[in-house]
């Protein structure tokens, strides 16, 4: 009998091209991510060199970190407009596809690959992008690189790329009513940390990641860059096959089901081992809230903002300490006492058709606080569209929500969708990141269901008390 | 790339643990589409105030780190977005090695393709370099053939690297055209694949 592996080692063997002792493996890349930021210096590196793009046709490009998500067409800085631009020529020049602004497909770039069927299972799948770790949730090994792999990846389709360590994250039982996959993956951070994941590809297992939605899974994979692995994937079930039915870019007829079964041979084998294990019980877990400026700084929405003095070491006092001053907040502060200016319903993490869904539940019939500005932005257009089909826009207009264009947004606000300095952000992005919203922005991280609690609040609320109703029904 | 061999220079110490990229240079300065003149945009937030004046409370701005070309930090540097704005930058700056006891994935990979030598030393080296750096002024010599980092009176601290990053950084590969040696086996792999365009 051959030896039980990994789904990680499985999609690694298929996609050896060249292997040399002491050497990284040369890695088949099936799928090239491409936006307007990461991209401009690697296009301009190939024209230099004279080199081409390989395979456009495994190539796919959108615009998304600088686009304006109201008046769309108004691009008031001159160098996102050239950014933008340059995009668009690099692709015309090279002959890659382009979702650009106008195009009906355009949004975050990874919402539109799933979306669009394009994000398979066992693919690699590259962008030069950390968040690229969101499409693992369809059993891909799918990670982020710099600009120079990027120009890698354009002109050879491959990458050189040492073996990672395979670490399991095991996640047991079923989650609460009201807790959701954005409050696991915040409380695994808060537990483990924000780099027990470096040099290791995470696969997620047990009960309650077989229970989630594959866009329940795409918010746990997106944040395994802030866990430290570049990639994080789950092993391909029903749950992924039936997303996938009837996508775009996948395969029809007879041609889908043989698919599908050489997609769920790529499972985990029975009895294969991981180089770490790590478990955490989802029973426990609670809706959480960042408190810092990193994603472990994190506590469930019951317990209070942590006090220096309890730090170990005098830099993790520091940490702390600085923390606690860039974000405006006291030692020991109850979290749900926090008051916010700001609600953030949007990013790579939490910007789909589930999560909207979620919180126009929660504002359905009611108003946002009068002193906090709300903004929903869907993660592409055809989230939008879908959205406005069942008549999201309307309960979240209508609750006092200003309703978006497609984009990256306020999640890192390259746009003009920025805080100002010293307001707070309820958000259902990744990064609590000092500036990340804005200079001087103070991010916490919520789930999208709490971010819509607590801009009818004015202040974090735990969702659950909030509503029973809105998340039973 | 640069090749670096041996570097001899001054240390600039920064105590902080988990700096991530959006620190190392953020998001307003990632639109310009060329990979020059990034240097001054460093650390932009922590070394400026909202009207652009220096902030004397960041060390970095002290005259003594002016001329430092080894950045020494805490655990987990470059954790974050994987924008290679940040390598940019920080050799545009002036750093050619940066040390500490960990990094992020991306970030090493992103300097090594760069030519700057991330240098991994234990947590305890770490510490010792950064509290006489914050003392006097402190200068080290990497020698990355040896694996060592090494100052005058009482540093001597041997670091692991893997042969092909050391390769890489020693003879500055350009890494695409070496890749491009093995052509025929990806159209072979791509003929396996049935992937043939
Ligand atoms: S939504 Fe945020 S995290 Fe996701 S790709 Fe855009 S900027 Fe990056």
Redesign the pocket.
């Given at each position: 009998m051959t030896q039980p592996k990994t789904i990680i080692e499985k999609i690694w063997n298929n996609h050896i091209v060249h292997q040399e002792p002491g050497k990284p493996d040369l890695l088949y890349i099936d799928l090239h991510l491409i936006?307007e930021v990461t991209s401009p210096q690697a296009f301009e590196g190939l024209r230099m060199k004279g080199r081409k793009v390989r395979r456009p046709e495994l190539t796919f490009a959108t615009m998304?970190?600088n686009v304006p998500t109201k008046q769309r067409h108004i691009i008031k800085d001159e160098v996102s407009k050239k950014q933008m631009h340059t995009l668009k020529e690099n692709c015309e020049e090279f002959g890659v596809p382009l979702a650009d602004i106008d195009h009906p497909d355009q949004g975050?770039?990874?919402v539109i690959g799933p979306e669009l069927g394009l994000t398979q299972p066992g693919k690699t799948i590259v962008c030069g992008?950390?968040?690229t770790s969101t499409h693992g949730a369809f059993g891909a090994l799918a990670f982020g690189i710099g600009t120079s792999e990027v120009e890698h990846v354009l002109s050879t389709q491959t990458l050189g790329q040492a073996r990672p360590k395979t670490l399991q994250v095991k996640v047991n039982g079923k989650l609460g009513t009201g807790v959701t996959a954005k409050d696991l993956i915040l409380a695994i951070i808060a537990k483990y940390g924000v780099r027990f994941g470096t040099g290791y590809v995470i696969e997620y297992t047990g009960e309650a990641i077989r229970d989630l939605s594959m866009e329940q899974r795409m918010t746990v994979c997106?944040m395994s860059i802030e866990a430290g692995a570049r990639a994080g994937l789950i092993s391909p079930d029903d749950t992924t096959i039936e997303y996938l039915r009837g996508k775009r870019h996948v395969p029809d007829g007879e041609a889908f089901e043989q698919a599908a079964a050489e997609w769920r041979a790529l499972a985990t084998d029975e009895g294969a081992s991981y180089d770490a294990t790590v478990e955490i019980d989802a029973d426990k877990v609670e809706p959480q809230v960042t408190w810092g400026t990193n994603p472990a700084m994190c506590v469930p929405v019951s317990a209070n903002v942590p006090d220096p003095a309890s730090q170990e070491k005098d830099y993790e006092q520091d940490e702390v300490q600085r923390a606690l001053d860039y974000m405006g907040l006291e030692a020991n502060q109850s979290i749900d006492s926090v008051e916010i200016e700001h609600v953030f319903i949007?990013?790579?993490?939490n910007?789909r058709l589930s999560d909207l869904k979620k919180a126009a539940d929660i504002v359905r019939g009611k108003q946002v606080h009068e002193k906090v500005t709300a903004l929903v932005v869907p993660g592409s257009k055809t989230v939008k569209e879908q959205a406005e089909a069942e008549g999201l826009d309307v309960i979240f207009k209508t609750a006092g929500f200003e309703w978006r264009d497609a984009g990256?947004?306020m999640?890192?606000a390259?746009n003009d969708d920025i805080i100002p300095p010293g307001e707070r952000c309820a958000s259902t992005?990744?990064?609590n990141f000092e500036g990340r919203q804005g200079n001087g922005a103070r991010t916490h991280l919520v789930s999208p269901e709490m971010a819509a609690a607590a801009a009818l609040e004015g202040h974090f609320v735990d969702v659950r008390q909030y509503t029973k109703t809105a998340l039973n029904g | 790339m640069e090749p670096i061999r041996v570097h001899s220079g001054l240390v600039y110490p920064m105590n902080r643990a988990n700096v991530d990229t959006d620190q190392i240079i953020p998001k307003q300065f990632l639109k310009r589409i060329e990979r020059q003149g990034f240097g001054q945009f460093l650390f932009y937030h922590w070394r400026f105030d909202e009207e652009g004046e220096k902030r004397d409370s960041f060390s970095m701005n002290d005259k003594k780190y002016t001329d430092a070309s080894i950045l020494v930090a805490g655990d987990n540097f470059g954790c974050g977005?994987s924008r290679e704005h940040a390598p940019w930058a920080i050799l545009d700056y002036g750093f050619r090695v940066v040390i500490a006891p960990s990094f992020a994935d991306i970030f090493y990979n992103n300097c090594v393709k760069n030519g700057i030598l991330p240098v991994q030393l234990s947590e305890d080296e770490t510490q010792a370099i950064i509290k006489k750096a914050e003392q006097q002024k402190l200068e080290l010599t990497i020698d990355l053939e040896k694996q060592l980092v090494v100052e005058e009176e009482e540093f001597n601290f041997s670091f692991d690297i893997s042969d092909y990053h050391k390769q890489m950084l020693l003879n500055g590969w350009d890494e695409i055209a070496v890749t491009l040696t093995h052509e025929d086996k990806i159209t072979a792999y791509e003929e396996r694949q049935h992937l043939t365009g």
């Open positions: 936006h998304d970190h975050i770039v990874h992008d950390s968040h997106n949007g990013s790579c993490t910007s990256c947004s999640c890192l390259m992005s990744n990064r | 977005s």
